[in-house]
């Protein structure tokens, strides 16, 4: 996993996670700060290869991303970066920014099942 850690996208990912949105900001104090879901350790607009996820769980190799008004149609774009991340391993849950600010029961709900499947599964296998 260290060898897609991309080091020159590190100003961009922290100037990015000063500028989250709400859902972003709710997602993160709520649920994924301070190992607060089942324990697992997640980071906020960490940098994988050329791109930057909103929040990821290497252990895990679980990413988390928000989906603003800018991400409405997909792109081709879009579609490259989902399945070079799949490639390297990693699960992408994928909820929007309205669901994550007026149903976060449910968006915790949908993580801890993937993490019960992720755990059932064997991380890492």
């Known amino acids: 996993m260290n060898s897609s850690y991309n080091k ?5 990912a922290r100037k990015l996670r000063k500028q989250g949105t709400k859902g972003e900001a709710i997602l993160w104090r709520d649920v994924l700060k301070a190992r607060q879901i089942k324990g697992y350790q997640f980071n906020r607009q960490f940098p994988i ?3 930057i996820v909103d929040f990821v769980s290497r252990k895990l190799k679980l990413i988390i991303e928000i989906d603003g008004n800018s991400h409405i ?3 081709e774009e879009d579609f490259e970066r989902q399945n070079f991340l799949e490639s390297l391993g990693f699960q992408i849950l994928k909820f929007s920014e309205v669901f994550v600010i007026y149903r976060i029961d449910e968006v915790v709900t949908e993580i801890d099942y ?3 499947c992720i755990e059932e599964q064997g991380i890492n296998s």
């Open 8 to 12: 020159k996208l590190k100003p961009l």
């Open 49 to 51: 290869d050329n791109y």
């Open 73 to 75: 149609a997909k792109s």
């Open 114 to 116: 993937a993490i019960e």
